[in-house]
């Protein structure tokens, strides 16, 4: 009869153990989550304050953020020519329709516009070309046809490089339907001026719901605020793709591979580039004032909000070198675990309130936990409340009158999507690392050791059709040779996918000896005691 008793012990114990784990994961989660929320605000806060007390008047073009795009008094160097690539990928009418007019204010020195698109029966080619019209000395228009060996984007990016004027000195990478304000460029131009260590500058794009969204469309806003705050430093730990302005004279050079890799099988563009700035030691800028306003479609349904997350995880899983892999696994691994127990303690969290509710008489432990709990959850929204408000404020001020920004947040709603976002996230994650598929822009994708190497598009009839990867490589290596462009060698080193199979082998061997098997021997020991068997090596 004792050892059924000691058992029962060790296995209260070890529950014990494990809820406060989890109580205190999800306390110290929302919390932190919450100071980088109220960081951000802070630091946007602080600009705002910096550009109402400047004396530079509104009619200025500069005067959006007078500390971030120059001083008054300083000097002005000539602006350098920037070319400003827009792959076009499904764009709606609304999105583009703001380029007719913003093409003329978006930048003041010189500036050329090269929008890309697949093939001219694209429903947006016939609205750029009367874009063209109305600026025919800046814009100009191009198709990339269909991509077989890479994302469709990186392909139409690669031909917008291809196309650039000889007197290109930057070249800023914008998805259409992001909307810079008329300092944009601007602030980027010279955050990337100002060091020869920064590799890329970027800006970052503020998502926003309009009033009366859906909940579906909190789902997908819960996602894109938890990965917001990234952005609080000017020189973030990491960057996101729709807007990357890079120097003219490194991309056409190849630095670092760049475009081997985003062509040679590489699907997102963005994360290709913060993995080799983290590789190579360089460094990345984020000027405060580089904003870029999203509204997201307040009709979302669940299946779209599901997909588009989907979509954003699914790049964590391609890679085209072991720094890669390494990196891309780990944030989308933290994102499955992280999620999975902040999802488990926020189910405990609100068991111990139903059960306060109902008057059940609960232990000193378990109202501390709810006080807690409580609190770092009213903090992180409190945080987010004024966050939102300081970035609508900020955005309201910089942009132009026909951009500014009608927002309406529903903090409760907000409340609700939040816990439902960290459990589709865990979905999402585990699917992308399931499946080697997914579609995306009217094709459907497919992946083997972390390349894109099968692209597969619809017939009218249903069915699907690609093209041998060899033989899109080839044609695209010609094409690019009638233009004068020459972006690297056909094909990566044959030892590299050995050496990332090894790579998977050995970390998979480390993390079960380093944390899976103590993790299972203090299981059997607070279960069975002191005389529970020992795990052995092979």
């Not at 010609?478 to 462009?485: I, P, R």
């Amino acid at each position: 009869a004792t050892l059924p008793n000691t058992a029962a012990k060790h296995f209260k114990t070890s529950m014990l153990v494990f809820t406060g784990f989890l109580c205190l994961f999800g306390i110290i989660v929302t919390t932190a989550a919450g100071l980088l929320w109220h960081a951000m605000a802070r630091s946007r806060r602080a600009m705002l304050d910096e550009i109402r007390a400047s004396k530079l008047t509104r009619a200025d073009p500069f005067a959006a953020a007078p500390t971030i795009l120059y001083k008054p008094g300083e000097s002005q160097a000539p602006l350098p020519k920037v070319s400003v690539v827009l792959p076009c990928i499904a764009p709606t009418t609304a999105q583009l329709e703001h380029w007719k007019q913003d093409i003329k204010t978006l930048y003041q020195g010189p500036v050329e516009f090269i929008f890309v698109t697949a093939l001219e029966s694209d429903p947006a080619y016939e609205l750029l070309v009367k874009i063209r019209e109305l600026h025919p000395e800046k814009v100009s228009v191009y198709t990339a046809g269909h991509a077989w060996h890479c994302s469709q984007r990186n392909h139409n990016i690669l031909e917008g490089i291809a196309r650039l004027s000889s007197d290109s000195e930057m070249l800023l990478v914008l998805d259409p339907e992001c909307v810079p304000h008329p300092s944009t460029v601007t602030a980027m131009t010279k955050s990337l001026l100002q060091s020869p260590d920064v590799f890329v500058t970027s800006g970052y794009v503020f998502d926003m719901t309009p009033p009366e969204a859906s909940l579906p469309a909190y789902l997908y806003l819960a996602y894109r605020l938890i990965t917001l705050p990234a952005a609080w430093s000017e020189h973030p730990p990491a960057l996101w793709g729709g807007s990357l302005m890079y120097r003219t004279r490194e991309i056409r050079a190849n630095t670092y591979g760049i475009l081997d890799r985003m062509r040679l099988g590489g699907y997102a563009y963005d994360l290709i580039t913060m993995n080799l700035v983290k590789e190579f030691g360089r460094d990345v800028a984020c000027p405060r004032a580089a904003i870029m306003p999203f509204m997201i479609d307040g009709q979302m349904t669940t299946a779209q909000a599901w997909e588009r997350i989907r979509h954003l995880l699914y790049v964590g899983t391609t890679y085209s070198s072991p720094h890669e892999r390494r990196e891309n696994r780990s944030l989308l691994v933290f994102a499955l675990v992280a999620g999975l127990i902040y999802a488990a303690s926020f189910a405990f969290y609100v068991l111990l309130a139903i059960r306060g509710l109902a008057g059940l008489r609960a232990t000193f432990m378990e109202r501390l936990v709810l006080f807690f709990f409580t609190a770092a959850l009213i903090f992180a929204f409190e945080s987010i409340r004024y966050m939102v408000y300081c970035l609508t404020l900020m955005c309201r001020l910089l942009a132009s009158t026909s951009q500014r920004p009608v927002v309406e947040l529903s903090m409760w709603t907000l409340v609700k999507a939040m816990p439902l976002a960290c459990t589709m996230i865990v979905t999402a994650a585990l699917s992308v690392l399931i499946s080697p598929e997914i579609e995306a822009g009217g094709a459907i994708y497919t992946r083997a050791r972390g390349r894109i190497v099968k692209v597969s598009r619809f017939r009218s009839d249903g069915s699907t059709y690609s093209e041998p990867l060899a033989d899109s490589l080839q044609r695209a290596e010609q094409h690019y040779a009638s233009l004068g462009f020459n972006p690297g060698p056909t094909y990566p080193p044959a030892s590299r996918d050995a050496s990332l199979e090894w790579h998977y082998r050995s970390t998979l061997a480390l993390l079960w000896v380093t944390i899976a098997e103590p993790l299972v021997q203090l299981f059997m020991t607070t279960s069975y005691g002191q005389g529970a068997p020992r795990m052995h090596h092979m």
